[in-house]
């Protein structure tokens, strides 16, 4: 009613976008565009327009992006939208991987990530994308601080609204540790096989007679010279 008052007394519009009214006939409660002007000394001209839809589209759309970015800022995985080799956008989380914000990353050659001597296998990869492919990979990368992560790429062609082709996604898993555990795996194989020859060639080579017995007593394994000793064949 005081802006009401005031319209009068200035002849200044009142002006109240997405005002809340319970309507007492749709029994709801709506959302209108209000607009009041003096049209003369002592009368006003009152109009409104019911924006309820708008209100509760833009509100949803609200809702949308802040649920997005919630998503965005808690996913560990990190996405990239690269455009002409740069990227365009960076998923937070991208910090955490390779070294510095998203801000840092847009508008940055994605070869920066690459090391040097993964740069001709790493233009194949560009090329598939290119020509409308996926690439599924483990690849390596480097970050900021020179470190190199290895990472499950998932790499397909982005489209953008109107279906059209607009550069590709990057989605990168870390897996330093699941690489470590399988190299760790290699490693331990690789000696055991070791041991085992140097075993076999101790048994076989040895000028005396040895044997491997089991915990119940039973002969598993004997070499020539033990066999010449019991006569076994």
Known sequence: ???????????????LDDFSH????????????????????????????????????????????????????NFNDVVLHVRDGAVVWASPSVDAVLGAADEHWVGR??????????????????????????????IRVVSLDGVIRWIDLHAKPFRNDAGHRDGFTAAMRVIDDQVAAEEA???????????????????????????????DGRLEDVNDAMGRIFDLD
Request: contains cysteine; charged residues 35%.
């Open 185 to 215: 795996i290699k490693r331990a194989s690789r000696q055991k096989a070791r041991d085992d020859a140097r075993y076999r060639r101790s048994m076989n080579d040895a000028a005396v007679g040895m044997c491997l017995i089991t915990t």
């Open 22 to 73: 319970d309507n007492e006939i749709l029994r709801d409660t709506r959302r209108y565009d209000i607009r009041v002007t003096r049209s003369t000394p002592t009368t006003l001209t009152l109009t409104w327009r019911d924006v309820t839809e708008r209100s509760n589209l833009i509100r949803a759309i609200a809702e949308s992006e802040r649920t997005y970015r919630l998503l965005a800022e």
């Open 109 to 138: 050659q994605i070869r920066e990530i690459v090391p040097p001597e993964d740069a001709p296998t790493f233009d194949r990869r560009l090329a598939t994308l290119a020509a409308g492919g996926t690439v599924k990979e483990r």
């Open 1 to 15: 009613l005081a802006g009401w008052i005031r319209v009068l007394d200035t002849g200044e519009p009142l002006v």
